[in-house]
């Protein structure tokens, strides 16, 4: 997720988190089938496979899959179907307070848990939750994590790893003992075993990388079974952090720079950078997510209500009309990475001291682009490939949480209209906007002034603006930033 300046089952046993005593899954179904591994030696950076583009989710274990609509039917491709996935993640939606690890006022982001209801809503394989620091501090965030979990009526476990990030360099004591596996926690043991049980598995990071930095550390050979690393981290080189004219920052890299460090220069395990160029595109209405909570589904109504002290933050902030679900774009990678623009690219980075970058500072980065040639090659993820596609996106994070998505009362698109009924309109070859595009509320979501429900005027309009490669993108109509622009004509936008 990226993070904004604000003014000044369980299957296993239960573990103690400090007075809180939380549940914790620290194993499989029934008995630990071996003891939790112990840390090996560190990770050279081996011969792996090669850098890979595709993903593709699960097929369903009998746990919880909402009715998914025919425009985005999970798509089953050979053994990416089956790949298992574990999810690193600060999943803190539900509380109230305590982001960056505790040391901020403001309400945590919400994005991780809709990332889940999205990938268990496809059929992808979750093995496992393990929960770092980063939006708060890990302990709470096992609460908020177990709870998403159980409404969603998962079997997974929840196992917390990460208290702190890593030390900006590897320590040891005067004597020259090396204190590379003080790291080692619970969630990294769980890694290290699922990796073994597994034979291989995609780790999904949309929190810190602390975790998975400290499994490639210190279990080796399980880290050399990992398929592939797909994490929320990164942008282009010339990509302002900025939404709706709020400064935001790249919040899983600032939060731990040496844990991706570690990943890209120590490890060659394939990594895809899902960037900020498409997490912060294809944002889902405020009003849209405020209205899930008196929904009358017992899901939508838990996502409504835990989200509601983000949402009203981002009200109080002035935020903008429309909030993106950053961390859902990696989950969707896995469902449909054919609706998304990827490309081989190389990094650079520039680290520094964990949690300290502000919104608008630019001494601490990780860029991906295939102008970068000195580094080796991973996968860069920088847009969706159509209006259609984005749509798509959009319909999928409602409809997973219980949500309406755009209603049953949609019609199959076909390659001559767009999808639209006298009721809604999705962005297709056509225009993006049409007087009909309106939602089944008490007035039109969009209408000829593509307006919102609100008090405060219309949610989209002339003056609206993306980030793109550029700068700031200004248009009446609305255009998805693409690779490489966009083009124009008297219908909308479409991508070049």
């Not at 990294?188 to 550390?217: K, N, S, W, Y």
């Not at 969707?332 to 520039?350: E, F, M, N, S, T």
Request: proline share 8%.
């Amino acid at each position: 997720m990226w993070k904004m300046v604000r003014p000044t089952k369980r299957r296993a046993s239960t573990i103690a988190a400090g007075a809180l005593a939380c549940t914790v899954a620290v194993g499989v179904a029934g008995s630990m089938p071996h003891a939790l591994a112990e840390p090996t030696s560190p990770l050279a950076p081996e011969s792996s496979p090669s850098v890979q583009n595709d993903g593709w989710g699960a097929p369903d274990r009998g746990r919880y899959v909402p009715s998914v609509p025919p425009s985005v039917e999970p798509q089953h491709r050979g053994d990416r179907q089956r790949e298992p996935v574990l999810f690193s993640t600060d999943m803190s939606m539900g509380l109230t307070t305590g982001s960056r690890n505790g040391m901020s006022t403001s309400v945590p982001d919400i994005d991780d848990s809709y990332a889940l209801a999205l990938a268990l809503a496809h059929g992808v394989d979750v093995r496992g939750v393990v929960v770092t620091m980063g939006n708060s501090m890990a302990t709470p965030t096992v609460v908020t994590a177990q709870a998403t979990v159980d409404a969603l009526g998962a079997d997974i476990p929840v196992v917390q790893g990460a208290e702190v990030w890593l030390p900006v360099e590897a320590q040891q004591t005067t004597g020259g003992a090396d204190l590379t596996g003080t790291c080692v926690n619970d969630g990294v043991r769980f890694m290290a075993d699922q990796l073994r049980e597994t034979g291989g598995l995609t780790i999904l990071a949309i929190g810190p990388l602390t975790d998975v930095a400290c499994l490639t550390m210190n279990f080796p050979e399980e880290a050399s079974l990992i398929s592939r690393i797909v994490a929320l981290v990164g942008s282009k080189p010339t990509t302002v952090f900025e939404i709706f004219g709020t400064p935001l920052v790249d919040f899983n890299y600032i939060m731990d720079p040496r844990a991706e460090q570690i990943l890209l220069d120590e490890t060659n395990i394939p990594f895809t950078a899902i960037t900020f160029d498409l997490s912060s595109l294809a944002p889902i209405p405020i009003p849209e997510l405020e209205r899930l909570a008196t929904s009358t589904d017992p899901l939508a109504r838990f996502y409504g209500e835990s989200s509601m002290p983000r949402l009203e933050m981002l009200k109080e902030i002035d935020f903008g009309p429309a909030y993106p679900i950053f961390d859902a774009a990696a989950a969707w990678h896995l469902i449909r990475p054919q609706d998304q623009v990827c490309q081989q690219a190389g990094y650079r980075l520039k680290t520094g001291s964990p949690a300290t970058a502000e919104a608008g500072e630019t001494d601490i980065y990780d860029w991906f682009s295939p102008e970068i040639t000195e580094t080796r090659q991973v996968t860069s993820c920088t847009a969706f490939t159509s209006r259609e596609a984005a749509g798509r996106y959009q319909h999928a994070i409602l409809q997973a949480v219980g949500g309406d998505g755009w209603t049953d009362r949609d019609v199959l698109l076909n390659e001559e209209e767009p999808l639209r009924t006298d009721e809604w309109s999705a962005p297709t070859t056509g225009p993006l906007r049409t007087d009909e595009w309106s939602a089944p509320t008490t007035g039109p979501l969009w209408t000829d002034e593509w307006s919102a429900p609100t008090d405060t005027g219309p949610l989209w309009t002339e003056d609206w603006a993306l980030p793109t490669e550029e700068g700031l993108q200004q248009t009446e109509e609305w255009a998805l930033p693409t690779e490489e622009g966009a083009t124009w004509d008297e219908e909308g936008v479409v991508p070049e």
